[in-house]
């Protein structure tokens, strides 16, 4: 497919493709920043694909990210979690302000490709976290988000649906929704076939479609060095079981994953979005990564710097005493992205542009020859132009009975669905 489109073509797409919010707040933009459900419908269209979703945690992976989706004719997903850039952030970039990042850089950079703006992980796990997410969701949405996802797998299953029924109407009817079974914690409380359709069947009843749904899966967030992942036959077999109601799989903790694994998600699941937070910022800061941006540690347990890559030496030192005075250890590293974000962005501009090229490499590698992400951009542009709207409906109907799924129903057929949950803990990003 050609990366060319006529500016004609281009400016009708822009007219129709973009939603209210984005229309609204960026009136004069050439940025083609489109509902999440967009890019779920390219993937699917185009099979065994899958976009990324690049967590924005800095100016530079948000850059770095657009530029080889340009480049790879990719749509994309750019993203931030709650733990990252909610109201208690360890990021510049947030839910209300992402957007305004990715608008100005389309336009500065001269992105064509139609972009997501998703707010990940909205992590519900009391009940005061549903009556804070009743003024906290709006008010994302009104900021430029495109697609969301509620994630109440912190709670029983019960509540989980219970509170996803409950927050579901503050999510425009046209943006990207996703929603979540079982806590990313690696190997511990795997998620099962039983708990997934609870939750996609007693959405359905209630007419709520969402285009993903993410599982633990055996993988987990953050710095990951052992061999265990993504287990690809337990994520096929849920997959195979919500095939009904049309739903997709979001790939939660990518890094740390080998290359052949993914491609094998790619292949053998209906996963159409994989999440990648960690490998970016490592990447962009210039540290030693393996084949899939994993982070390579020293035999002292501590990053490894190569020269002339990322941050400047200088800076970098300067993160190691910031990082040793306050007793930070590897895992840890996430929350230096607001405490150096300006530090960043003040470095000279050769700096910053090899920050962003680091981060341009590897996300093209991974569109391109693990994901089979390339072209999908005009699969987007078709659809708008099919459906001549920024909305292209659901991608599923209600095949569920809701007289089946009351909320004393669900408690019901809650308390009766076995699964380990895994222990306790904090599994934020």
């Given at each position: 497919m050609?990366?060319?489109?006529?500016?004609?073509?281009?400016?009708r797409v822009?007219?129709?493709?973009?939603?209210?919010?984005?229309?609204?707040?960026f009136?004069?933009?050439k940025?083609?920043?489109?509902?999440?459900k967009?890019?779920d419908?390219?993937?699917?269209?185009?099979?065994?694909a899958?976009?990324?979703?690049?967590?924005?945690r800095?100016?530079?992976?948000?850059?770095?990210?657009?530029?080889?989706?340009?480049?790879?004719?990719?749509?994309?997903?750019?993203e931030?979690?709650?733990?990252e850039?909610?109201?208690?952030?360890?990021?510049?970039?947030?839910?209300?302000?992402?957007?305004?990042?990715?608008?100005?850089?389309?336009?500065?950079?001269?992105?064509?490709?139609?972009?997501?703006?998703?707010?990940?992980?909205?992590?519900?796990?009391?009940?005061?976290?549903v009556?804070?997410?009743?003024?906290?969701?709006?008010?994302?949405?009104?900021?430029?988000?495109?697609?969301i996802?509620?994630?109440a797998?912190?709670?029983?299953?019960?509540?989980?649906?219970?509170?996803?029924?409950?927050?579901a109407?503050?999510?425009?009817k046209?943006?990207?929704?996703?929603?979540?079974?079982?806590?990313?914690?690696?190997?511990?409380?795997?998620?099962?076939?039983?708990?997934?359709?609870?939750?996609?069947?007693?959405?359905?009843?209630?007419?709520?479609?969402?285009?993903?749904i993410?599982?633990?899966?055996?993988?987990?967030?953050?710095?990951?060095?052992?061999?265990?992942?993504?287990?690809?036959?337990?994520?096929?077999?849920?997959?195979?079981?919500?095939?009904?109601?049309?739903?997709s799989?979001?790939q939660h903790?990518?890094?740390?994953?080998?290359?052949?694994?993914?491609?094998?998600?790619a292949?053998?699941?209906?996963?159409?979005?994989?999440n990648?937070?960690?490998?970016?910022?490592?990447?962009?800061?210039?540290?030693?990564?393996?084949?899939?941006?994993?982070?390579?540690?020293?035999?002292?347990?501590s990053?490894?710097?190569?020269?002339?890559?990322?941050?400047?030496?200088?800076?970098?030192?300067?993160?190691?005493?910031?990082?040793?005075?306050?007793?930070?250890?590897?895992?840890?590293?996430?929350?230096?992205?607001?405490?150096?974000?300006?530090?960043?962005?003040?470095?000279?501009?050769e700096?910053?542009?090899?920050?962003?090229?680091?981060?341009?490499d590897?996300?093209?590698?991974?569109?391109t020859?693990?994901?089979?992400?390339?072209?999908?951009?005009?699969?987007?542009?078709?659809?708008?132009?099919?459906?001549?709207?920024?909305?292209?409906?659901?991608?599923?109907e209600?095949?569920?009975?809701?007289?089946?799924?009351?909320?004393?129903?669900?408690?019901?057929?809650?308390?009766g669905?076995?699964?380990?949950?895994?222990?306790?803990?904090?599994?934020?990003?």
């Amino acid at each position: 497919m050609s990366h060319q489109i006529d500016s004609k073509t281009f400016n009708r797409v822009l007219d129709i493709g973009r939603p209210p919010n984005i229309s609204s707040l960026f009136p004069n933009s050439k940025a083609l920043i489109v509902s999440g459900k967009f890019v779920d419908l390219a993937m699917r269209k185009k099979g065994n694909a899958i976009s990324i979703a690049a967590n924005g945690r800095s100016y530079f992976i948000i850059r770095g990210a657009l530029l080889a989706a340009q480049k790879a004719n990719s749509c994309i997903i750019i993203e931030i979690a709650k733990s990252e850039g909610g109201a208690n952030a360890y990021c510049a970039v947030n839910y209300w302000n992402m957007a305004r990042i990715v608008d100005a850089l389309c336009n500065e950079l001269h992105i064509t490709v139609p972009v997501a703006v998703h707010a990940d992980h909205y992590g519900i796990k009391n009940r005061k976290d549903v009556e804070t997410a009743k003024v906290e969701i709006p008010s994302m949405f009104e900021a430029g988000i495109t697609s969301i996802a509620i994630d109440a797998s912190h709670l029983p299953d019960d509540q989980n649906l219970l509170s996803s029924l409950e927050l579901a109407p503050l999510v425009p009817k046209w943006a990207g929704l996703e929603t979540e079974v079982g806590e990313i914690k690696g190997k511990s409380g795997l998620s099962t076939v039983d708990e997934a359709l609870f939750l996609i069947q007693g959405l359905n009843a209630h007419g709520i479609f969402p285009n993903w749904i993410a599982l633990n899966n055996g993988t987990t967030h953050g710095i990951e060095a052992s061999d265990e992942g993504i287990q690809v036959d337990l994520t096929a077999d849920i997959h195979k079981a919500l095939a009904k109601y049309k739903v997709s799989g979001a790939q939660h903790g990518t890094s740390g994953n080998s290359s052949q694994r993914l491609r094998e998600i790619a292949e053998k699941t209906r996963t159409t979005k994989a999440n990648v937070a960690t490998a970016l910022q490592m990447i962009s800061w210039g540290l030693e990564v393996n084949d899939y941006g994993n982070a390579i540690l020293d035999e002292t347990g501590s990053f490894i710097k190569v020269p002339g890559q990322g941050v400047t030496e200088t800076l970098w030192a300067e993160i190691i005493r910031y990082a040793t005075d306050k007793g930070l250890k590897a895992g840890d590293y996430k929350k230096l992205n607001i405490v150096f974000e300006n530090k960043f962005l003040g470095q000279p501009r050769e700096i910053r542009e090899r920050m962003a090229g680091r981060v341009e490499d590897f996300v093209y590698h991974m569109l391109t020859n693990v994901f089979n992400a390339q072209d999908s951009a005009p699969l987007v542009i078709e659809k708008i132009l099919e459906t001549r709207s920024f909305d292209p409906g659901p991608k599923a109907e209600r095949i569920e009975d809701p007289n089946d799924w009351t909320p004393e129903k669900i408690t019901r057929r809650g308390a009766g669905i076995a699964g380990d949950k895994g222990g306790s803990g904090n599994f934020d990003d």
